[in-house]
């Protein structure tokens, strides 16, 4: 090996990557970032990445997104609507501009901004068959049947099924290797169901979403579109925060778990369950975790703990929200959002020409009604996977294998150690190489036909530059508010420092497992992102005035800057002031 990273004979960097694509499409981080944020293991990608792609296909096919021969020409091993580049996951924009070109009332830009948060790629191309009629007709036909008659039936049927396959699982301490891996072999149907119906749903959110932002853009109020979709009290990826909250007020409230909290929370889990007052306490957290254990930071990626593994993440959340002042209940704060909405729903209404008004009422039904659905979609989708991060966790433990380096396998090659045949070890060094070598380092946002080679990628540790001066981001509004506070730089959800009350926080990237930390600050800015991220949608659900796509921010905004927050305008100003 040399100190520079080559690639594969076949062009990939990284044996989790999808062969180089012999197109000229323009691949973008934006939204897929918070699915992957980090490099892919080779277990993840062999374990359900062939299973995401099928389901993306059926999606795509079932809205006439793509024409029957594209369908048809459709490969689960190469890159289509998502693809891993340089150990990266991205996603395909030329193929969702296409998408948008060929459906009646959207554009590229929608697709740009809706999806990707994208501003300065190239612009949209033409190409042959982009105007297929009956792609077309058929997504229209879609898009009509999405406005006038919201439907929860296939979610509902997720969810049952789901709970059913879940509770069928046996558990992972009492089952032997070859069951553990037969739990592994069921997840591929599981991903391709999911993915179908999760991208099905997206797709749903985000056109009922635009069909929304052009109805309301003549009014002339920024951000009027957020307004109108907070407060719902039907968020799925929301319930967490609100939790959490909870458990943040029980320590508030309780001199003797305050006194604790105050011990620090290194060892705080053995101590809190030695102490007989904390039980209430001990008890709340296991109903916790035991309804939300599938979920976590990068909870994608099957290498990563979640909140149901090491409960010590929700603990780290829970010692910054107990400083939160009450006003800060999400509950309160949503009954507050849903007065406000409906109010504001009324005025938008009269002020709208008579003949926009039916198209208004629909498009604001379908966006109270999917956004949500996409939220509990994927939250179904996070639990058919959790037996398969059960499994894989207990077969890494006994393996004797270092956890990281176990996942370096792929799950072909975890059934062959099971009998014996181990990866060879210079084998694995030169993975954990290629691994460290790609996460040291910051992929470009978009690229197009080819990654750029990973020597060129800048180092994260050169990339944090904080600059004193003032000045202002232009990012994307996603929840409407001002909030002016100190500026507190998170880099993992699980590691929030001194983020506290009447704070910014300010984060490279969020999902969903961040967004209990909204509560404990008074605005969110994040350097990437769109209107349709997890993370939006959630901030419009607690109330939290964020900012997405405000690139750098995280990298040269100073921890304890003076920073204004407007996530109507989408403008984030640093006043050059210091803590």
């Known amino acids: 090996m040399t100190d520079a990273l080559q690639p594969y004979d076949d062009g990939r960097w990284s044996i989790s990557d999808h062969t180089p694509p012999s197109t000229d499409e323009i691949w973008c981080r934006g939204n897929v970032g918070e699915v992957f944020p980090n490099v892919m293991t080779p277990l993840s990608f062999s374990a359900y990445v062939g299973a995401v792609a099928r389901g993306q296909a059926n999606a795509l096919h079932e809205w006439g997104m793509v024409t029957a021969k594209q369908y048809e020409a459709f490969r689960p091993e190469q890159a289509w609507s998502t693809g891993v580049f340089g150990g990266y996951l991205y996603g395909n924009v030329t193929l969702a501009r296409t998408a948008a070109a060929r459906s009646p009332g959207l554009s590229t830009s929608d697709i740009d901004q809706q999806m990707f948060g994208l501003n300065d790629a190239p612009p949209h191309e033409s190409g042959k068959g ?112 609100q939790d959490l909250w909870r458990l943040g007020r029980m320590v508030a409230s309780s001199s003797d778990l305050t006194a604790a909290f105050d011990g ?6 053995p101590r809190l369950r030695a102490s007989a007052s904390a039980s209430p306490f001990v008890d709340a957290l296991a109903v916790f975790t035991q309804r939300h254990g599938a979920r976590g930071p990068d909870e994608w990626e099957l290498a990563s703990a979640t909140w149901g593994t090491d409960p010590a993440i929700a603990v780290a959340m829970i010692e910054r929200l107990r400083h939160a002042p ?106 954990r190489f290629r691994r460290d070598y790609l996460q040291a380092r910051i992929p470009p946002f978009w690229f197009r036909a080819t990654i750029p080679p990973p020597s060129t990628w800048p180092l994260r540790d050169h990339q944090t530059k904080p600059d004193e001066r003032a000045r202002t981001f232009e990012g994307m509004g996603v929840c409407a508010g001002i909030a002016t506070g100190r500026a ?92």
């Open 130 to 241: 982009e105007r297929d009629l009956r792609a077309a007709t058929k997504t229209a036909g879609k898009m009509i049947a999405t406005l006038r008659r919201p439907s929860d039936a296939r979610l509902s049927a997720d969810q049952a099924d789901v709970a059913a396959y879940v509770a069928s699982m046996p558990e992972v301490s009492d089952a032997d290797d070859a069951q553990l891996l037969d739990i592994a072999r069921t997840l591929p149907p599981w991903t391709e169901r999911m993915m179908h119906h999760l991208l099905a749903t997206s797709a749903a959110s985000g056109i009922s979403r635009s069909m929304l932002e052009r109805v309301v853009a003549p009014l002339g109020e920024p951000g009027l579109e957020n307004r109108l979709t907070a407060g719902l009290g039907t968020v799925e990826s929301a319930e967490p925060a």
């Open 488 to 579: 507190r730089v998170v880099t993992r959800p699980d590691q929030p420092g001194q983020l506290g009350p009447g704070d910014i926080l300010v984060a490279p990237i969020t999902d969903p497992a961040w967004t209990p930390l909204f509560l404990a600050a008074a605005g969110v800015v994040v350097d990437v992102g769109a209107q349709q991220s997890h993370a939006a949608i959630v901030s419009r659900e607690l109330g939290i005035p964020a900012v997405v796509s405000a690139a750098g921010a995280s990298t040269t905004i100073p921890d304890g800057a003076l920073v204004t927050v407007d996530g109507s305008s989408g403008i984030v100003t640093v006043h050059g002031e210091r803590a």
């Open 326 to 431: 009450a006003d800060r209940d999400p509950i309160a704060v949503g009954e507050r959002l849903a007065i406000e909405r409906g109010a504001l729903a009324a005025e938008a209404r009269r002020e709208l020409p008579a003949w926009k008004r039916p198209l208004f009422d629909r498009a604001l039904r379908a966006c109270i009604a999917y956004a949500p659905q996409r939220e509990a979609t994927k939250a179904a989708f996070m639990r058919a996977i959790y037996p398969t991060r059960l499994a894989l966790r207990e077969l890494a433990r006994r393996s004797g294998v270092a956890h990281d380096d176990f996942f370096l396998l792929t799950l072909s090659e975890v059934s062959a150690s099971t009998s014996g045949d181990a990866l060879p070890e210079h084998e694995l060094a030169e993975r």
């Open 264 to 269: 620090g929370v290194e060892d705080l889990e």
